[in-house]
């Protein structure tokens, strides 16, 4: 079974700028997340889909911050314009939909530096 | 305001020997907790996982012990091996998803398995 993957593995990109990361859950996992963790501090969560539709989009920071998930299968995080703050590390996990418990499996993250 | 605590940032533990990783969580709401490993460059990976409705789960060298009146969850690794030196997360989520909401992390302790 393939793991979440996520593309790209790193960005680097100046404030102002767009950036657009992607995530491909497990085949068959209906749950998808976003979390990101900033330098020294702990993994933050995002937003939820469960499906194609946003379950919890609390973690977001602001608008400009821009999640899909097309078809209910990959999704994809657009930030949009960057800012210094926006530098960390986004993470991607999925999970399938069985109850009453299940855990999430995360990607490799992708670094994104703005500078 | 954090809600999910790992006091310890890192642990120094001899191979062969116990390794006893804490955290504590102020949110009484919390009813599904988490451990996760983290190499560098890499995605956290799920390592085991404890309702609140149990005190002890158990998985091979891995067992989480919860104690809700103190909101306070720890990890023991026995006996401790060197690929066992990596970041290691407490996380927590609310409500009867059982792990499929939204994760809250720690911020993790680094664990260091000496020879």
């Known amino acids: 079974e393939a793991g979440v993957t996520q593309f790209p593995s790193h960005s680097v990109i100046e404030k102002g700028q767009t950036v657009t990361l992607r995530c491909d859950p497990i085949?068959?996992?209906?749950?998808l997340y976003w979390y990101r963790r900033v330098m020294g501090k702990e993994i933050k969560f995002l937003l939820h889909?469960?499906?194609?539709?946003?379950?919890?989009e609390s973690g977001m920071p602001n608008n400009r911050f821009l999640a899909e998930r097309t078809g209910g299968t990959y999704s994809t995080l657009k930030v949009q314009p960057a800012e210094l703050e926006d530098s960390g590390v986004y993470f991607c996990?999925?999970?399938?939909?069985?109850?009453?418990?299940?855990?999430?499996?995360f990607g490799p993250g992708t670094r994104l530096t703005v500078l | 305001d954090q809600q999910v605590k790992q006091n310890s940032p890192s642990l120094s533990v001899q191979e062969g020997r116990i390794s006893i990783l804490n955290c504590d969580y102020t949110?009484?709401?919390?009813?599904?907790f988490l451990w996760y490993k983290k190499y560098p460059a890499e995605g956290p990976t799920f390592l085991i996982s404890?309702?609140?409705?149990?005190d002890k789960n158990e998985d091979g060298r891995f067992t989480v012990f919860l104690n809700k009146s103190a909101k306070h969850l720890s990890l023991h690794i026995v006996p401790s091996q060197p690929g066992d030196s990596a970041v290691y997360f407490c996380?927590?989520?609310?409500?009867?998803?059982?792990?499929?909401?939204?994760?809250?992390f720690g911020k993790g302790t680094h664990l260091i398995i000496q020879p």
């Open positions: 085949s068959g996992h209906d749950n």
């Open positions: 996380a927590a989520s609310e409500g009867s998803g059982g792990g499929a909401d939204g994760l809250t």
């Open positions: 889909f469960v499906k194609e539709s946003k379950q919890d």
């Open positions: 996990a999925s999970s399938r939909r069985v109850l009453p418990y299940n855990e999430q499996f």
């Open positions: 949110n009484s709401m919390f009813d599904y």
């Open positions: 404890i309702s609140s409705i149990k």
